[in-house]
């Protein structure tokens, strides 16, 4: 019985994470919160077209991203355990690609919500056939 391509490439495929990092942005994406492992994660922003910084240093691609999530999540419950839109990318040079995943969570004290931008340093590399 023949694989499918999906099963195939999962089984070719090795992907590890390494260095984890969070960025948190407010509905109008301003910056609330940052950690140093994101901060470290932000230097693979630094080449290629993806160098222009935005609002206190934040890439404009995350920056975008960040806007997709807010302008898909309006309709967020106010229910603190209800995430909205969840987005993953994957930005950098394969040698040094960063995953992105980011989602919007409610805030119910403000009646506003939050982005959650999850950096993770990602190898993704194709195993060789023995």
Not at 60 to 67: K, R, S, T
């Amino acid at each position: 019985m023949s694989q499918s391509v999906a099963e195939s490439f999962q089984n070719h495929q090795v992907m590890t994470v390494g260095l984890t990092g969070t960025i948190v942005l407010s509905s109008s994406c301003r910056l609330l919160f940052i950690d140093r492992s994101a901060v470290a994660l932000l230097n693979v922003f630094e080449s290629e077209s993806m160098s222009q910084k935005g609002a206190r240093g934040i890439p404009v691609c995350l920056m975008d991203l960040a806007q997709e999530i807010v302008t898909t999540s309006c309709g967020i419950s106010t229910n603190p355990y209800v995430m909205g839109t969840q987005v993953r990318r994957i930005f950098g040079p394969p040698e040094r690609q960063v995953r992105v995943q980011g989602f919007a969570i409610s805030n119910q004290v403000q009646q506003d919500m939050r982005i959650v931008l999850v950096l993770s340093q990602w190898n993704s590399t194709v195993a060789q056939e023995a």
